[in-house]
């Protein structure tokens, strides 16, 4: 969903989604995601999460359900000290960092892009997406059907 997004329902062929089947006829596949096993400073070198527990960190993020973000943390481990949700798309030109000194920055791929110019000390979370095989099947039968329709 989204200002951008064609309206739903509508008419599709397959449903790839996160989180709840969103209903409808078409096949509907189900990807998951998790956080990867490390995180990403500003000049790309890796630090393996299990060193960020019991770090003091603040959590950030900007994406449309900040929360899953947060809960996939505690599920690799880290726990924030503070956690902060922020409009998906959020503008960090004029976001003010947390007081405490000390609270290292920890946040999405997505927001980090935009931190990073200001805050090169933030890290990066990677997000690990799978896809079911059979998303990947029956999106090439479609294809297949549609160049032989001459479509």
């Known amino acids: ?11 599709v062929d397959l449903v790839l989604h ?16 998790e956080l990867a096993a490390h995180a ?8 393996p999460l299990e060193q960020l527990q019991g770090e ?6 900007a994406i449309a359900r900040p929360h899953d973000f947060f809960a996939m943390l ?3 481990g880290i726990q924030p000290e503070s956690e902060e949700a922020l409009p998906d798309h959020y503008v ?5 960092r947390p007081p405490d000194k000390r609270l290292r920055l920890i946040c999405t791929e997505k927001d980090a892009v935009k931190l990073w110019p200001a805050h090169p000390d933030a890290l990066a979370v990677p997000l690990a997406v799978r896809i079911p095989p059979a998303f990947f099947d029956a ?6 059907s549609l160049s032989s329709s001459g479509h």
């Open 56 to 61: 003091p960190l603040h959590a950030l993020a």
């Open 40 to 47: 990403v400073n500003a000049s790309g070198q890796h630090l």
């Open 74 to 76: 505690h599920a690799r």
């Open 18 to 33: 996160a989180g709840s089947p969103p209903g409808g006829g078409a096949p509907q596949f189900a990807l998951s995601r």
């Open 139 to 144: 999106l090439d039968a479609r294809l297949a």
């Open 1 to 11: 969903a989204g200002p951008l997004r064609e309206p739903w329902p509508r008419a």
């Open 92 to 96: 960090f030109s004029s976001w003010q």
